[in-house]
């Protein structure tokens, strides 16, 4: 399903709603419903942030691996938009710091620390797509220059999924299986395999 408002679609995939239906069903400690609040603020502070750079995301997707949020297209290519470096950061750490804040003011002993915790942990991994490969990317580019700052990351992204997938092989050896674990596996490597070769287009300054 497909809404439109302004330049920006919001698709709400049918696989999205039977995983959240899912959950929501078996959820008895109210983690589930921690997990999409949190992942919904998430993509919020990103919006507020491109709407503070008089920006607009492309496509807000509903996902069954949670909410990704694509940046606008420039006209007639399908190279992304060109922005500023200190602008793709700020862009890029607000979702992580709307976490950031949920960690410190949510109580220790529940589920939305914890929840909060990994989240903020888990997207800023220098990893393409992720918020921690965006900031790396556009922090190297400033600094070095976009091919550098490429092949930083792919290098980066390769060795988080090899140690995400070394600790899942060790727990499940030793009888510790983690199935959040192999998704997260998962889904870092099938970033990193479909992630984009040409990169992001920047303008140099702040």
Known sequence: MYINIGKTRISISFWFA??????MLMDKCGAASSAFLSAL???TGHIVAFALQKRAP??????????RLTEGNCAGSGAREIVSYAKEIQAAFAGPLVNLCLCIFAPRSQP????NVALFTFN?????ELDGGRILRAYLSLKKCPAFAGR??????FICVFLA??????GAIYGKYNFSLFLATFYLGALTLTSETTGLLYRKGK
């Open 18 to 23: 039977v995983v959240l239906c899912t959950l």
């Open 41 to 43: 603020l998430h993509e």
């Open 58 to 67: 492309a496509q807000i997707a509903f996902t069954p691996f949670g909410l």
């Open 112 to 115: 939305l620390f914890f929840i």
């Open 124 to 128: 800023m991994l220098p990893v393409h």
């Open 152 to 157: 930083t990351l792919m290098c980066t992204s």
């Open 165 to 170: 997938f070394a600790v899942f092989f060790i």
